[in-house]
T-cell receptor, first 114, second 115 residues
Framework: DTGVSQNPRHKITKRGQNVTFRCDPI?????LYWYRQTLGQGPEFLTY????????KSRLLSDRFSAERPKGSFSTLEIQRTEQGDSAMYLC????????????FGQGTRLTVV | QQQVKQSPQSLIVQKGGISIINCAYE??????FPWYQQFPGKGPALLIA?????SEKKEGRFTISFNKSAKQFSLHIMDSQPGDSATYFC??????????????FGTGTRLQVTL
C-alpha cells in the first residue's frame, strides 16, 4: 500500500451524463476526505467520512453529488447530470483522524465536461 | 468568503535565493497551519506544518514563521533549487475538533526557481 489511489485519473464526459470516481485510501486510515480543485485555485473541501459515516458535507456539494464509503474502506463520488461547471480536479485524501494528523492526498481525477 | 488569503500569486527566484510566501487567515478558531507542495498532475503533499503555540518551525530548508496576533504565517524556502519549482498552498484547519484534515486552502503561489 503505497498511498491514496484514485481512479480514473482522467474522465471526459458529455454534459448531462453521470460519472463516478473511486478513491482507495491508505488502509489503516479511518478518515477520508473529498476536495475539488479548479484551475489556479486551492482545493476546496467537499465532504468527509469517518469509517463509513459521512460526517460533514460542504454547501458546495449540490444535490447532484453523492459520496459513499461502504464498509469504511474505499469511497465513491458520483456526480449526476454533469454540468460544464463541474469540470475540475477531484482530490481524495485520507488520515488517521484525531489531532493534527497529516492528510495524504491522491493524485486526483480530472473531470472534463464537454 | 475567502478565509485564507495567500500572496504572491506567482514568484520567480534565482537558484540559491530565498523564496517567501505569505498567508493571512480570518478564523481565529484555526489552530493547525500546514503548507502543501503540488507538482503538475499530482496531488498536494504536506511540506511542513505549525501550531500557534510556537512562532517558528524549521525543517531543513523550509521554515514557517507564525504571527498569531496578526493572524499571518509565512513559508521561507532557503537556498531555493530548481526542483522546488511547484505550486505552494497554505492551509488552515481546526484540529481541536478532530478535523485537522478538513483544510481551508489559500489560492496558491506558483514558484519558479531559475538557474
Amino acid at each position: 500500500d503505497t498511498g491514496v489511489s484514485q481512479n480514473p485519473r482522467h474522465k471526459i464526459t458529455k454534459r448531462g451524463q453521470n460519472v463516478t470516481f473511486r478513491c482507495d485510501p491508505i488502509s489503516e486510515h479511518n478518515r477520508l476526505y473529498w476536495y475539488r480543485q479548479t484551475l489556479g485555485q486551492g482545493p476546496e473541501f467537499l465532504t468527509y467520512f469517518q469509517n463509513e459515516a459521512q460526517l460533514e458535507k460542504s454547501r458546495l456539494l449540490s444535490d447532484r453529488f453523492s459520496a459513499e464509503r461502504p464498509k469504511g474502506s474505499f469511497s465513491t463520488l458520483e456526480i449526476q447530470r454533469t454540468e460544464q461547471g463541474d469540470s475540475a480536479m477531484y482530490l481524495c485524501a485520507s488520515s488517521f483522524g484525531g489531532l493534527g494528523t497529516e492528510a495524504f492526498f491522491g493524485q486526483g481525477t480530472r473531470l472534463t465536461v464537454v | 468568503q475567502q478565509q485564507v488569503k495567500q500572496s504572491p500569486q506567482s514568484l520567480i527566484v534565482q537558484k540559491g535565493g530565498i523564496s517567501i510566501i505569505n498567508c493571512a487567515y480570518e478564523n481565529t478558531a484555526f489552530d493547525y497551519f500546514p503548507w502543501y507542495q503540488q507538482f503538475p498532475g499530482k496531488g498536494p503533499a504536506l511540506l511542513i506544518a505549525i501550531r500557534p503555540d510556537v512562532s517558528e518551525k524549521k525543517e531543513g530548508r523550509f521554515t514557517i514563521s507564525f504571527n498569531k496576533s496578526a493572524k499571518q504565517f509565512s513559508l521561507h524556502i532557503m537556498d531555493s533549487q530548481p526542483g522546488d519549482s511547484a505550486t505552494y498552498f497554505c492551509a488552515a484547519s481546526r484540529s481541536s475538533t478532530g478535523t485537522a484534515s478538513k483544510l481551508t486552502f489559500g489560492t496558491g503561489t506558483r514558484l519558479q526557481v531559475t538557474l
